[in-house]
């Protein structure tokens, strides 16, 4: 491929939700767009200092200091994006907001309620599939079919429905 054409495509997109990767150039696509933050570190200085004169009630002094710096580092490293865990990712959204996201992974162990393979999945939707263009009818829907919807109410329903036909009729 053409890197230039790559990283225009890449360019295009507002939103970039990187996982795992194996390369740290590929990691630095998504850490190269982040601020640099200020860190405070805290450090303890202590000291003692004895004195020159024999004749005076002061053997030594000293002193103890804490001292506050701050130091401007990366948000995230190229190394924390190629040392993801499983089902880990970073995604830099909305044009700059960084989310971490955990997205769960399915268990080893089966699951009855779920299909063994997408092709069942798809029968059993096609099975199941409900059109629900006259839904308060109820026809089709058993958790409706119990209780109807008011005369009054299902009148206004098909008058609106006719009028939304007529009006695709005139158009």
């Given amino acids: 491929g053409n890197r230039a054409k790559a990283g225009q495509v890449i360019g295009n997109f507002n939103n970039l939700f990187m996982l795992r990767v194996r390369e740290t150039i590929t990691a630095e696509l998504l850490t190269r767009q982040l601020p640099k933050v200020e ?54 959204l909305e044009g700059g907001n960084l989310w971490k996201i955990r997205m769960p992974l399915p268990a080893p162990d089966a699951d009855e309620a779920m ?8 029968g059993y939707m096609r099975q199941h599939y409900v059109d629900a ?25 098909k008058q609106m429905a006719f009028a939304d036909t007529a009006e695709d009729g005139k158009a």
């Fill in 39 to 92: 860190v405070y570190t805290t450090s303890i200085v202590s000291g003692a200092t004895d004195t020159s004169d024999p004749q005076g009630h002061t053997a030594f002094t000293s002193n103890t200091q804490d001292r506050i710096t701050t130091t401007s580092v990366p948000l995230i490293e190229p190394a924390h994006v190629v040392n993801l865990p499983k089902g880990q990712a970073f995604a830099l």
């Fill in 133 to 157: 263009g006259d839904w308060w009818e109820s026809q089709g829907l058993p958790a409706l079919q119990h209780e109807a919807l008011p005369a009054d109410l299902l009148d206004d329903f």
């Fill in 115 to 122: 299909p063994k393979d997408l092709q069942e999945l798809a």
